[in-house]
T-cell receptor
């Protein structure tokens, strides 16, 4: 079936550097995408979303890029901090928006 | 503001015992409700979602069932737990339409 996947299962970055987490999706009909952050033992927290009529959206220190041509989504974190260490999931709406399909996640480790 | 409550936070149950996990949402009406399972170090697997009272859609055939007896209450159940039912169970809600989902803090279930 349709699925959302991630290129990199783990990512280590130096504190202060920028992080880029990538995601590939396969459902060309998806029109809404979300990035979540999950800290150990907690539920995922919403970071930022983007709709398919946009190719870029910025938040506080985070930017999401959407390339519909190659069905690719990325999350950029500027000036990565130790508190950014977590697992990051991309998700796409499925079944006409009634549920969400999550990728397997990327673990981000911030090195001092 | 809207809040989601999920309990218990941790649960250890013997094989063959029943299960009942409860999730309630406050501060909104007619939410979409979801149950996800997350195996250790893995992504989120959608188990059930509901768009209204008594309306349950199952994404994966399994040993579990879900019910929505009230608008803002979602229950995950099993008559007889299996070892493979161990995992981190997450309840989530979203507004009607294509919007982000908000997650509870999760229940860590260990079947022994």
């Amino acid at each position: 079936g349709e699925s959302v996947g991630l290129h990199l299962p783990t990512l280590s970055v130096q504190e202060g550097d920028n992080s880029i987490i990538n995601c590939a999706y396969s459902n060309s009909a998806s029109d809404y995408f979300i990035w979540y952050k999950q800290e150990s033992g907690k539920g995922p927290q919403f970071i930022i979303d983007i709709r398919s009529n946009m190719d870029k959206r910025q938040g506080q220190r985070v930017t999401v890029l959407l390339n519909k041509t190659v069905k690719h989504l990325s999350l950029q974190i500027a000036a990565t901090q130790p508190g950014d260490s977590a697992v990051y999931f991309c998700a796409e709406n499925g079944n006409y928006g009634q549920n969400f399909v999550f990728g397997p996640g990327t673990r981000l480790s911030v090195l001092p | 503001s809207q809040t989601i409550h999920q309990w218990p936070a941790t649960l250890v149950q013997p094989v063959g015992s029943p299960l009942s996990l409860e999730c309630t949402v406050e501060g909104t009406s007619n939410p979409n409700l979801y149950w996800y399972r997350q195996a250790a170090g893995r992504g989120l697997q959608l188990l059930f979602y509901s768009v209204g009272i008594g309306q349950i859609s199952s994404e994966v055939p399994q040993n579990l069932s879900a019910s929505r007896p009230q608008d803002r209450q979602f229950i995950l159940s099993s008559k007889k737990l299996l070892l493979s039912d161990s995992g981190f169970y997450l309840c989530a809600w979203s507004r009607t339409g294509v919007t982000e989902a908000f997650f509870g803090q999760g229940t860590r279930l260990t079947v022994v």
